[in-house]
């Protein structure tokens, strides 16, 4: 089977089993409740849902502690409802991805169990361990202010355990070649029953060398491209979109220089060059940010996002870009988290603002890679920050202004709903956006329609070009003869632009695809454009023949 690399122009929707829509009232969303709101991502036009953790868990983080990498846990359903919904998605043309987690299992699986309890179990080494403390151990945790340290003594192996995460979370050894082969037969398993790919959490910590005498941990590269090559054999459209925070100068490690590694990863870069912008009006780090992570294969594609499952990471900015993103979206200290990020949603961040937070997720869909938006996103939701670190943005989806948002019928939500100020959920839910031209959720319904029109995104190369004005983002794509103009102001005022598409006669007619209001360059060839506050612009560029070629079409 041949990659069509599908993910190139995709829309792909973020979501919890756990807290998007409970069938069987018991306040914890479940596969039979996702199975029932299929005809409504449907109808959203997104491509692909990616479920955050669903196997079996004790759930001490989320789900990312599994204990039974082979199972569903059972306060979702089975498997048979998992291969149901998968089924279910493959009808409406959704593709499934899930969460890949095998940095660490918790210390409740078997695996650990057995590890612990006989020294001489092949199981012993699937784990990293220590006689002695290692004196570095109180260095490189992953949620500083909430983690002390990365080895802790273990009672009954009566040695330290490595643990980059919590420390109910043992990292596994993930250099010996029989863990490795577990996560092949994981992968297999799941791609068995009817999933697409994988979103593979922690990638940098998988193939970092692990051990109490590692003090610079090296990347073992050669093991994602033995995943790789295990999903193309499998199935071949299959891909990983890699969670990898890292610099822009190792981003053809992680993709390939041959792209024979993973297929998409996360642009974290950008993300946070975005909200510095946002922060500022100042689109010169963002526009480096584009340019710096612009080399990369053929085949692969970065993911975008604004807000996800985890705090914002401000950790490669600057002190001083930094402290200027807290001050404009998280001034207070209870919005802020492991000294690093911010764990607010969108809309609360942009102070509920319509214009500000549709330019943002505008911007979002128009920059180079596949868009990644979050349940709740497309109605605007709110946080609650009485939730401790990240819950506070994962509280349960808002469907009506039933008790409970719609989510459920029992009493005790898994997290309590947001049913107090602006964003509770007799004001803020679907059923009311659905039945209003001009909400977020129609909104966000006809964006993803225009995206996905403009595959020139996905597929093409960009240009940015001079505004003249560094708080308004212009950005042309080309690709296959064809080319698309998009603009954003990131200004909470009016400007006037002049803008030069840089692409001859063709360049003379803008026809906005947004929402019809068509540019004619000057006598120079030039474009001048008024933009309201928080204005976005979507221009296909082309004169009449274009038009002609496109009504043959």
């Known amino acids: 089977m041949i990659n069509d690399l599908w993910y190139k122009n995709a829309v792909i929707y973020c979501l919890s089993v756990e807290t998007f ?11 039979q409740g996702l199975m029932r709101r299929l005809d409504y991502l449907a109808g959203l036009g997104i491509t692909a849902i990616w479920l955050m953790p669903f196997q079996a868990s004790p759930g001490k983080d989320d789900g990312y502690d599994i204990s039974d990498y082979y199972n569903v846990d059972p306060r979702y359903g089975t498997l048979g409802d998992f291969v149901e919904f998968t089924h279910g998605a493959k009808q409406r043309g959704i593709r499934v991805l899930i969460d890949l987690v095998v940095n660490h299992t918790s210390d409740q699986h078997p695996w650990f169990q057995e590890a612990r309890r006989d020294p001489a179990s092949r199981y012993r080494d699937w784990y990293v361990w220590s006689e002695q403390k290692p004196e570095n151990a109180d260095q490189g945790m992953v949620f500083p202010g909430v983690q002390k340290s990365t080895w802790t003594y273990d009672e009954a192996a009566k040695a330290y355990y490595f643990h980059r995460f919590y420390d109910c979370q043992p990292d596994l050894n993930t250099a010996n070649p029989h863990v490795q082969a ?22 940098p910590f998988i193939i970092a060398k692990k051990g109490a005498d590692v003090k610079k941990p090296a990347e073992q590269f050669d093991m994602l491209r033995t995943f790789r090559e295990f999903l193309q054999w499998r199935q071949g459209d299959s891909i990983i979109l890699a969670e990898a925070n890292v610099l822009p100068e190792t981003d053809l490690d992680y993709f390939g220089e041959d792209g024979d590694r993973m297929q998409m990863m996360f642009n974290f870069q950008v993300n946070q060059a975005l909200f510095y912008a946002f922060a500022t009006t100042d689109t010169g780090p963002l526009v480096k ?31 001083k870009q930094r402290q200027a993103v807290f001050a404009a979206f998280g001034p207070d ?16 961040m942009l102070k509920d603002s319509a214009p500000h937070i549709r330019m943002a997720y505008s911007l979002m869909f128009s920059l180079p890679g596949t868009p990644v938006i979050r349940y709740g996103d497309e109605i605007a939701m709110g946080d609650d920050l009485s939730l401790p670190e990240r819950n506070c943005a994962r509280t349960p989806m808002q ?8 989510f459920t019928k029992h009493d005790k939500p898994v997290l309590p709903v947001i049913a107090k100020g602006p964003y509770g959920y007799q004001h803020v839910n679907v059923a009311a956006q659905r039945r209003d031209p001009q909400s977020m959720l129609n909104w966000t319904e006809r964006l993803i329609r225009m995206r996905k029109e403009a595959p020139e995104i996905g597929w093409g190369d960009f240009t940015c070009l001079d505004a003249g004005d560094p708080g308004v983002l212009a950005i042309r794509y080309d690709w296959r003869n064809n080319a698309v103009l998009i603009v954003h102001n990131l200004h909470s005022k009016p400007v006037e632009v002049e803008i030069d598409p840089d692409i001859g006669e063709q360049g003379h007619l803008l026809i906005d695809i947004a929402d019809g209001d068509n540019s004619e360059a000057d006598d120079r060839g030039r474009h001048c454009l008024l933009l309201e506050p928080y204005a976005y612009r979507w221009f296909r560029v082309g004169g009449l023949d274009y038009l002609l070629r496109r009504t043959e079409i």
């Not at 469907?399 to 948002?405: F, I, K, L, V, Y």
């Open 21 to 31: 829509m409970d069938a069987n009232g018991d306040g914890i969303g479940d596969f």
């Open 182 to 203: 577990e996560i092949l037969k994981i992968m297999g398993f799941w791609i068995q029953l009817g999933v697409s790919g994988f979103r593979m959490d922690a990638v």
């Open 289 to 319: 940010a584009m340019e710096k992570t612009r080399a990369r294969p053929q085949t692969a594609q970065w993911g975008l996002f604004l807000r996800n499952h985890d705090e914002l990471d401000l950790g490669r900015l600057s002190e």
């Open 333 to 348: 200290k209870s919005m802020q988290l492991y000294d690093r990020g911010i764990r607010r949603r969108l809309a609360p």
């Open 399 to 406: 469907w009506s202004r039933e008790p409970n948002a719609g």
